[in-house]
């Protein structure tokens, strides 16, 4: 072979490959790990949510997309109201989102208070358990929508990872999202889920004008693969989230304004 054919010795010494093979192997080799390692996706596209202790917390810097992710809110109201915040956040008038809802009716009203408007929204009705899980699984295969969310409840290994499979072919980003109590969720099964979150309404802080302050949330992240879990207190201002500090909950509310908080995170029709 010419001499002239070889590479350099100091290629062979740093590593690097001719004609930029070098960064197409690191990302094969990125994309290899987030395999193994159960994350989906593709390693490239992410979510920030805005808030720095959360992103730092989370794979690349944001909300891992193409993947399955699950919310647990304590509370009809809590979840709803966050998943809105976070489908908004994703969805566009071209690559609308798409709710699955089991029993109550979605309030328009309440949704663009978070900015989920009805341009970037497709809203199912699917009132069994079943018909709910074989609508997300169909709509997932979708690359048209931008997310799916399934108001199905708690899911065993097996349908957990259909839905991660069918997120991950597509490129389209699952939510479950579970109203259910903790204590009806305790012993909850394995799940494929790439992130799960925990979600508590927290006391709303007074501002300058009368009534409830701003929404606020008691956020955990219990679980996230390659990443790491926290908690943090944020509040909706000005159209996004806001970390705050504070950790009191709801349950050291007096009933009537605790009626009256959930009314102002709630987006659903009583």
């Given at each position: 072979?010419?001499?002239?054919?070889?590479?350099?010795?100091?290629?062979?010494?740093?590593?690097e490959r001719p004609g930029g093979e070098r960064a197409a192997t690191l990302a094969a080799l990125?994309?290899?790990?987030?395999?193994?390692?159960?994350?989906?996706?593709?390693?490239?596209?992410?979510?920030?949510?805005?808030?720095?202790?959360?992103?730092?917390?989370?794979?690349?810097?944001?909300?891992?997309?193409?993947?399955?992710?699950?919310?647990?809110?304590?509370?009809?109201?809590?979840?709803?109201?966050?998943?809105?915040?976070?489908?908004?956040?994703?969805?566009?008038?071209?690559?609308?989102?798409?709710?699955?809802?089991?029993?109550?009716?979605?309030?328009?009203?309440?949704?663009?208070?978070?900015?989920?408007?009805?341009?970037?929204?497709?809203?199912?009705?699917?009132?069994?358990?079943?018909?709910?899980?074989?609508?997300?699984?169909?709509?997932?295969?979708?690359?048209?929508?931008?997310?799916?969310?399934?108001?199905?409840?708690?899911?065993?290994?097996?349908?957990?990872?259909?839905?991660?499979?069918?997120?991950?072919?597509?490129?389209?980003?699952?939510?479950?999202?579970?109203?259910?109590?903790?204590?009806?969720?305790?012993?909850?099964?394995?799940?494929?889920?790439?992130?799960?979150?925990?979600?508590?309404?927290?006391?709303?802080?007074?501002g300058d004008e009368p009534g409830v302050g701003a929404p606020r949330w008691r956020v955990e992240?219990?679980?996230?693969?390659?990443?790491?879990?926290?908690?943090?207190?944020?509040?909706?201002?000005?159209?996004?989230?806001?970390?705050s500090a504070g950790e009191e909950t709801r349950s050291a509310t007096p009933p009537a304004l605790?009626?009256?908080?959930?009314?102002?995170?709630?987006?659903?029709?009583?």
């Open positions: 072979m010419p001499r002239s054919a070889l590479p350099s010795s100091s290629a062979c010494l740093s590593g990125r994309l290899r790990i987030r395999r193994i390692e159960g994350i989906g996706g593709d390693g490239t596209r992410v979510m920030p949510f805005g808030v720095a202790a959360i992103d730092a917390a989370l794979p690349e810097g944001g909300l891992p997309l193409g993947c399955l992710h699950a919310l647990a809110g304590e509370g009809s109201g809590t979840g709803t109201a966050f998943a809105a915040a976070l489908l908004a956040r994703l969805s566009t008038a071209r690559t609308p989102a798409l709710w699955i809802v089991r029993g109550r009716d979605l309030h328009a009203a309440g949704l663009a208070a978070y900015g989920l408007t009805p341009d970037r929204l497709i809203a199912v009705r699917a009132v069994e358990r079943k018909d709910a899980l074989w609508a997300m699984e169909e709509a997932l295969r979708c690359s048209a929508l931008s997310a799916v969310l399934g108001e199905v409840g708690g899911l065993d290994l097996t349908e957990s990872r259909r839905l991660q499979l069918a997120a991950e072919s597509s490129g389209v980003t699952a939510v479950l999202l579970d109203g259910s109590s903790r204590k009806a969720r305790r012993g909850e099964a394995a799940s494929a889920a790439v992130t799960r979150w925990r979600l508590e309404p927290a006391l709303s802080r007074p992240l219990e679980r996230c693969r390659g990443g790491r879990p926290g908690a943090w207190i944020l509040e909706w201002t000005d159209g996004g989230w806001v970390e605790e009626r009256a908080m959930e009314c102002a995170v709630n987006p659903l029709v009583a």
